[in-house]
């Protein structure tokens, strides 16, 4: 239903109002009430109406009125107003950006805000550029007079209207913000509030210093629980902030210190760990060989190896040439020493179940596919999840080379395969995660189909084996012999395998 105004004309319409400078919004009435449609600036009783598409919802009175343990003078400063309907009841915050107002209908509805838009900062109409050495920049609007109270009502202090900083309000903002010498951020203490740091130390390089927010929250927490003092420590012990992709100061130099990018486990084949430390972290491993030299088997024996020797490493393998039960099957003949890779093997079924149980007790160990109607990039993201949800230190794949004829995008299949390595090698280097490929081998003893694969990779392992041998013994004798070994630098010999046929495992040869 249509409202209908109650009250007298205003003798005054489409004034430049006096308080934001904005034209054509500023209405005046005879008994010397006024009020601006930009700012919601009201004054002496001047009543004003909520209005939802062309309705009158209802009638309702400004007020400055003291909230959240924020002061009347810093509440006035900001222009923060509360509306009160014809009962007294507190209905809304208004918020009067430089553009138009924000209104927050209590407790927390955002919703009746058509046609605001978060490309200004709160309070930047309040203080002139350049006013003060210091402009503190904090995350929504109660936090913006928060801010300014606890400060002692001495520096600038503006608000991003929401989580993030979009780039429209960079855009109106730079000239602005750039004026001040120092750009505190004191926003939120979460990962958005980081986010919104981190943009703004890109965009305005070297001048941005981050206020972390550690005891409370946000601002306004620090006030009502009377943590002023603990505030101004935080404010006052603020350190340079710069983008996470650069690294230029004494304390980000020394924290380098701190990086676990050298851990690396010993394999269990004492010959090689001797001269080449063990399985790295945070670096490729690519192992080479040729067809029929038992590099999968090879696979198998790292990972049993860090269950039994690590059980606290967890760890996800892809694959994809076998089953998850060929794979599991292999482990438990490690475990039982004797074959049981196929269930026409297994002559006792408990006790198989029974070290299946034992092996993925501390369900470390993540067996993941790829499946054959999925795009093979998805690769990079199932490696990304169980680095940074699942905490694997290492992850194995095997044949890298399968995924190519899954593949039917633009790409050459020497190409795919790059971007692959490429992308495994930078989330080895950002995760920290091991990561183990096995890569098949042309008669020219070349990665098949891309030699980028090698390139890519910390650590080039080729296995060689003599099927042409007289003797079975040595027909059964793989040699690990290190081509690249980027953490170690030793590159050479690395141990022996023999293949025990009636166990179906490998275990060290020593002559």
């Avoid at 012999?481 to 953490?487: G, T």
Wanted: aromatic share 10%; net charge negative.
């Amino acid at each position: 239903m249509t409202g209908r105004r109650t009250f007298e004309e205003p003798t005054t319409v489409h004034g430049t109002c006096p308080y934001c400078d904005h034209n054509e919004c500023y209405s005046e009435w005879a008994d010397g009430g006024y009020y601006c449609h930009s700012c919601t600036k009201s004054g002496k009783g001047r009543k004003t109406m909520t209005k939802e598409e062309g309705e009158v919802e209802e009638e309702l009175t400004e007020k400055s009125v003291v909230y959240r343990g924020i002061s009347k003078e810093a509440l006035d400063h900001y222009g923060i107003t509360t509306s009160f309907n014809k009962t007294g009841k507190e209905v809304r915050r208004v918020y009067p950006y430089p553009h138009r107002a924000k209104f927050r209908y209590l407790p927390k509805d955002f919703s009746r805000n058509a046609g605001f838009t978060n490309d200004h900062l709160f309070g930047m109409d309040r203080f002139h550029a350049g006013s003060s050495k210091y402009l503190t920049i904090v995350e929504g609007e109660d936090d913006v007079p928060s801010t300014y109270d606890m400060l002692g009502f001495r520096y600038p202090v503006v608000g991003i209207p929401g989580a993030s900083v979009s780039t429209a309000l960079l855009k109106n903002c730079h000239e602005y913000i750039d004026s001040f010498e120092e750009i505190i951020v004191a926003t939120d203490n979460d990962e958005a509030g980081d986010r919104a740091a981190n943009k703004l130390a890109a965009a305005f390089p070297n001048k941005v210093y981050r206020a972390k927010l550690s005891k409370h929250n946000d601002p306004n927490e620090y006030l009502i629980n009377g943590d002023v003092s603990e505030f101004k420590k935080a404010w006052g012990g603020r350190t340079k902030y710069v983008p996470e992709y650069d690294t230029s100061t004494p304390e980000q130099y020394l924290k380098l210190l701190e990086d676990d990018d050298d851990a690396y486990l010993p394999t269990g084949i004492d010959e090689y760990d001797d001269r080449h430390m063990g399985l790295f972290q945070g670096h490729v491993t690519l192992i080479q060989a040729p067809e029929g030299t038992g590099k999968t088997e090879v696979m198998h024996l790292l990972e049993y190896t860090l269950i039994t020797k690590y059980p606290d490493v967890p760890f996800a393998s892809c694959h994809l040439e076998e089953s998850r039960k060929r794979t599991t099957l292999a482990w438990c003949s490690y475990d039982l020493n004797k074959n049981v890779t196929r269930t026409d093997l297994i002559t006792d079924m408990p006790e198989v179940q029974a070290s299946i149980k034992k092996l993925t007790t501390g369900e470390q160990a993540h067996l993941f596919t790829i499946g054959t109607d999925e795009d093979p990039m998805v690769l990079l993201d199932r490696v990304k999840y169980y680095a940074n949800v699942c905490g694997c230190k290492y992850v194995f794949i095997e044949p890298i080379q399968d995924l190519a004829q899954q593949y039917h995008g633009p790409l050459s299949t020497e190409r795919f395969l790059s971007k692959i390595g490429v992308g495994l090698a930078r989330i080895a280097s950002e995760t920290g995660v091991g990561i183990v490929l096995i890569g098949h081998e042309n008669d020219e003893g070349q990665i098949s189909d891309c030699r980028k694969l090698s390139k890519s990779a910390s650590v080039v392992i080729r296995l060689e084996r003599d099927l042409d041998a007289l003797t079975e013994e040595e027909r059964n004798i793989t040699t690990l012999v290190s081509k690249k070994n980027r953490p170690s630098s030793y590159v050479g010999y690395g141990g022996m395998l023999i293949f025990d046929t009636p166990s179906f495992t490998l275990k060290e040869y020593t002559k």
